[in-house]
């Protein structure tokens, strides 16, 4: 356990140094996220010297000047305060914007390649922009990555005018986007992208079999919206492209028959994490009646056990309108961590099939995994890195870890004003509800707008269904994410009552008193905008995005926080000590109860830290080979001989296929089945590592230290690699006559896939299988934390 501890580093820090330090000892110490943004502020004075001059040149004078500094390059012009000038001004004018001082130091320190901590509604949207527009004014090709489409569109669309102004060109990726959009849209100077669209495109580009099919995204300057979201929380989550595999749609329906037999407790359990359903014995032996008196363990048998197992995890595990919809008779994934659906993607390893299986619509073939990466390998692609978010600095210690990326914090231009008020702990999940909508309704009556934050689409409806028909609620969720902005829109009106999934990059500001400001008044005089959180979220930064929605540019509001002993954040992480104090029966004080629910998300955080650091560990030999095997791969499609590399193994019946047609042809049907059994090894060799993976964490039992294990077996396994290619092109080579040298693949029977689509991996890193091991990461932490309750912070016996 030892090791296992090592690898696990639970050392979350309960004593911020940050906290206690002057911010000007701070960045001189090196401290994660203290950055000074000193060069920046020099930058933000200094451009004073060309305010009158830019002001008093035309529309045409501001364009050619940007047009010279376009043609100029980029060295002279990095941290112009020249250039700052322009752009300040051509945002004056193109979007009818004044930037805040704030504003402008927020883009030098973007410009920079710093994260940048924004509140919300400090106007982070622009500030990406103009920094964006600096960037390519000198030459660079600039990235801009949100969290969704909407806002990806959204931001594209409204920047614009700034861009154009300045004769750059932008455009946008989403999930709808055709290939010659994206080939077109990464031709522009700036694009707007969700992070896992450019992932997906880099994998699908990695199939290509001809260089004219890639779209070829740019990797030279990106900048992160949201960025602890995406370089942190989605980083745990490998992007993976999937091929068609082989129709056993019949045998899913009738896995999903046998498990509709089982009952719970007496045929399965789940654990108490909620996180793996394991049959009993009593289940395995009505499984194996009920197939003719198999045994489900033989080795014949292993695929029926799959499906058994997938069909069981997607019935006791995976829930309908939390983790996924039905529309139109068919599943769709619902990102939690955006809470929208997510398009074209499935469950890996057979759970989509199951699921649909289980709801009775047409089921898909699972599919073969072709290619993975994960987001942290995309961004570190970049030349160079920003981003920003209103909650960077509770993770600045990872973003230097994990990028090396500094950030520092941009005070609000105005003041906040907002009252924060503790949070409430309910006993049971129904008083919570109780307790929400009795403040719902009391809020409502005096016509305060009201913004309730829930986790689920379920969750959403059914707080919905509760409230009475006099009050005039909108829902925004998955179902209808289409309509967001107009809900948002009309948000901060007087009497309005909101219920939102997952706030956090939804990325529209709300007003207060409607769009338009209209009943401004009014609900300032009613407290501004009340933002109810229906539980806390595993992790603190997710609850400080939800109360940002509250108080935007030193407008009045409230926030307030209701939890439950019952939330699945609480009894998943809860310790041993918390639960004994539940379970005396006692009436315990709301600080105590305070102090159960703070300690089980300080865990739950601990945990992803945990995940993060094992996702990045476990991947470094996979990033390792794979960049071995694309460097040969483009060495192919860029015409490098692959004649010369099978010649040894056999020189005959090339030569006669040179002498029966010409070096050329021959030289394209190498290249076609090296291709073809690079990517088909690349696919088995993936597929082993991920069954490694998946029982990896068992060596621990052994005092092995599982991530040097998995290391050691990838790399023994990844031995001959390239020389197994060559025997397998040489092979095919020899059976393929002259006449059929201009359908190799045809002829040999080689099929790549005829359809792909990208997989949504679970915050799990190990797999379905590998839930284990988080299980045993929890509750390591749990006995840590539980049993040195009293050195956390505000703990007390009760």
């Not at 004994?580 to 992803?608: D, H, M």
């Not at 193994?649 to 394209?668: F, N, P, Q, W, Y």
């Not at 390591?780 to 934390?785: A, G």
Request: hydrophobic share 40%; with cysteine.
């Amino acid at each position: 356990m030892a090791d296992n501890r090592a690898e696990l580093r639970v050392d979350a820090p309960v004593f911020d140094l940050r906290r206690f330090v002057p911010r000007w000892l701070a960045g001189r110490l090196g401290l994660p996220g203290a950055v000074s943004f000193k060069e920046g502020r020099a930058v933000v004075a200094d451009r004073a010297r060309y305010v009158d001059s830019v002001r008093r040149a035309t529309d045409a004078d501001l364009k050619d000047g940007a047009r010279r500094i376009r043609s100029g390059g980029s060295a002279q012009h990095v941290m112009s305060s020249k250039l700052l000038a322009l752009v300040e001004e051509a945002t004056r004018r193109s979007l009818g914007h004044a930037p805040f001082d704030e504003q402008m130091l927020a883009t030098t320190a973007l410009w920079a390649g710093h994260a940048v901590e924004m509140d919300t509604g400090e106007g982070k949207t622009l500030v990406g922009a103009m920094a964006a527009a600096c960037y390519a004014l000198c030459g660079r090709r600039v990235h801009v990555l949100s969290v969704n489409d909407y806002l990806a569109r959204r931001d594209a669309v409204w920047m614009a005018p700034l861009f154009e102004f300045l004769g750059l060109k932008v455009a946008w990726v989403g999930q709808v986007s055709s290939t010659a959009e994206r080939r077109a849209a990464y031709r522009a100077n700036v694009v707007y992208a969700p992070v896992s669209e450019v992932g997906y495109d880099v994998l699908r580009d990695r199939q290509a079999t001809d260089i004219s099919e890639r779209v070829a995204p740019a990797f030279d300057v990106a900048i992160v919206d949201e960025a602890d979201a995406v370089m942190i929380d989605e980083a745990m989550a490998p992007l993976v492209l999937a091929g068609t595999g082989a129709d056993d749609s019949e045998d899913f329906a009738a896995a999903t028959e046998l498990v509709g037999m089982l009952h719970p407790a007496q045929h399965f359990t789940v654990d108490e994490d909620g996180a793996t359903v394991s049959l009993t014995d009593e289940g395995i032996d009505l499984i194996e009646a009920r197939l003719g008196g198999i045994n489900v363990f033989d080795l014949e048998h292993s695929g029926t056990l799959t499906r058994v197992n997938l069909a069981l995890h997607a019935r006791a595990l995976v829930h309908r309108d939390v983790d996924y919809l039905v529309t139109d008779g068919r599943v769709r994934l619902i990102n939690t961590a955006r809470g929208r659906v997510a398009e074209h993607q499935r469950w890996p390893d057979g759970l989509h099939a199951a699921i649909e299986a289980k709801e009775r619509l047409s089921i898909t073939p699972p599919g073969v995994i072709l290619d993975t990466v994960t987001v942290q390998d995309l961004l570190l692609r970049y030349r160079t890195l920003s981003g920003m978010s209103g909650t960077i600095l509770p993770v600045a210690d990872e973003l230097l870890e994990f990028y090396q990326l500094g950030s520092g914090r941009i005070e609000r231009h105005r003041p906040s004003i907002r009252t924060d008020e503790p949070v409430r702990v309910h006993v049971s999940r129904e008083e919570k509800t109780d307790a929400i909508v009795a403040e719902i309704l009391h809020r409502h009556a005096t016509g305060q707008p009201v913004l309730v934050g829930t986790q689920s689409v379920a969750e959403s409806e059914e707080l919905a269904h509760r409230l009475p028909a006099s009050v005039p609620v909108r829902v925004l969720n998955a179902r209808n994410d289409a309509e967001e902005a107009a809900v948002i829109a009309r948000a901060g009106e007087h009497g309005a009552v909101t219920i939102s999934t997952q706030m956090s990059g939804r990325g529209t500001d709300i007003r207060l008193g409607g769009s338009d400001e209209h009943d401004r008044r009014l609900v300032v005089a009613a407290g501004g905008l009340a933002v109810i959180a229906t539980a806390l979220y595993p992790s603190r930064r997710l609850d400080q995005q939800l109360r940002g929605r509250a108080g935007r540019q030193g407008d009045p509001g409230v926030t307030v926080t209701h939890a439950s002993f019952d939330d699945e954040l609480v009894q998943q992480n809860m310790t041993t000590r918390s639960l004994r104090r539940i379970e005396r029966g006692a009436e315990l004080p709301q600080e105590v109860r305070r102090q159960i629910v703070a300690e089980a998300q300080r865990i739950a955080e601990t945990v992803r830290l945990g995940q993060h650091r094992g996702t990045w560990e476990y991947n470094r030999a996979i990033t390792a080979q794979r960049e071995k095997v694309l460097t040969v791969r483009d060495q192919v499609l860029n015409g490098a001989s692959g004649i010369d590399r099978i010649r040894p193994l056999g020189s005959d019946h090339l030569d006669m296929l040179i002498k029966a047609t010409d070096r050329e042809s021959v030289e394209l049907a190498v290249a076609a089945v090296t291709l073809h059994h690079l990517d088909e090894r690349w696919q088995q060799h993936l597929a082993l590592l991920t069954e490694v993976r998946d029982g990896i964490y068992l060596r621990v039992l052994a005092g092995q230290n599982p991530v040097d294990e998995f290391h050691r077996i990838a790399l023994r396994e990844f031995h001959g690699f390239f020389d197994a290619v060559d025997r397998a092109v040489a092979d095919d080579i020899r059976r393929l006559p002259a006449e059929r040298i201009h359908d190799p693949l045809g002829h040999l029977g080689l099929r790549r896939p005829s359809a792909t689509w990208t997989y949504m991996i679970r915050d799990n890193p190990l797999g379905i299988n590998g839930a284990r091991a988080t299980q045993t990461v929890r509750r390591f932490v749990r006995r840590v934390l539980g049993g040195e309750a009293s050195r956390l912070p505000g703990s007390q016996e009760a």
